[in-house]
């Protein structure tokens, strides 16, 4: 075995401290030295946007809603409106997606959009997402993975992140005040809180009462202290927050594709410059 150049051991201490303080995987590409042709190789480019779809997928989705709503999100990433968006601005669009109940998961890891062919590369792999298993609609501890690993997770950095969360139910698994904590520390690490809620008429019209089996209640009224309210007006409070943060609803799952086109483009493209309610 060929010894270790003395100044080589320092240079790749250097450069393992820098990835860690970045946290970013793309200065990974400052280990990779010269190219073939002797030219030392260029960091990736940072993205304009970067694009968390979080998708609720508690008891209250069934098959059928999982369905609509996975076609709805390759629907969107096909839709030529949203892949202009996405591609029109140097470095592209970064793409993951979250679905999350009693625990969060990364469904699709980071993707960069910068061209039609990945927009529909991404839309294949979402179509192709296995349905995740849980009975309740854990909000809190989505914000927190998305905090402590999706985003850290980014291959290069990004000017904007927005986090776009869709569902039919409030969280019914976290403390009130546990609630405002986590959404608090994902703000802190960047990020825009985008909301679509899904209503469903005769199922959420009221949440937060405590004495009906509203979705995402699983099969008990929630144990939690919540008020009586709209679904609407809970994602207000609760989840929408951030610069140029907006709600968006949906008028039930049909209606899911259509309105996750129109937000994609006003999220992507940066046309919401103060809260708006749509």
Request: proline share 6%.
């Amino acid at each position: 075995m060929r010894p270790i150049r003395p100044g080589l051991r320092g240079d790749l201490a250097r450069t393992l401290r820098r990835v860690v303080r970045t946290g970013f995987a793309a200065t990974t590409a400052l280990l990779i030295g010269p190219t073939a042709d002797g030219a030392r190789a260029e960091p990736a480019a940072a993205a304009a946007v970067a694009l968390v779809v979080s998708v609720d997928v508690s008891q209250s989705v069934d098959d059928s809603r999982f369905v609509l709503q996975m076609e709805g999100i390759a629907e969107a990433l096909e839709d030529p409106g949203v892949i202009a968006a996405m591609t029109g601005h140097p470095g592209g669009t970064l793409f993951a997606m979250v679905t999350w109940a009693d625990r969060a998961g990364l469904a699709v890891g980071w993707r960069r959009i910068a061209s039609r062919a990945d927009a529909f590369a991404a839309a294949a792999q979402v179509r192709v997402t296995p349905r995740q298993s849980g009975e309740f609609t854990c909000l809190g501890q989505m914000f927190r993975t998305v905090t402590a690993s999706v985003l850290p997770a980014m291959p290069v950095p990004a000017e904007r992140i927005v986090v776009d969360v869709s569902g039919d139910g409030i969280d019914n698994c976290t403390d009130p005040e546990n609630l405002e904590t986590e959404r608090t520390a994902l703000l802190a690490a960047g990020a825009t809180i985008n909301g679509l809620p899904i209503l469903v008429p005769g199922e959420n019209d009221v949440v937060g009462a405590g004495a009906y089996r509203a979705p995402g209640y699983g099969l008990r009224a929630t144990p939690l202290p919540q008020e009586r309210t709209d679904l609407t007006q809970w994602y207000r409070s609760h989840v929408v927050a951030g610069p140029g943060a907006f709600l968006l609803k949906a008028a039930g799952y049909g209606d899911f594709s259509r309105a996750l086109r129109r937000k994609f483009v006003i999220e992507v493209s940066g046309l919401a410059p103060g809260r708006r309610d749509e």
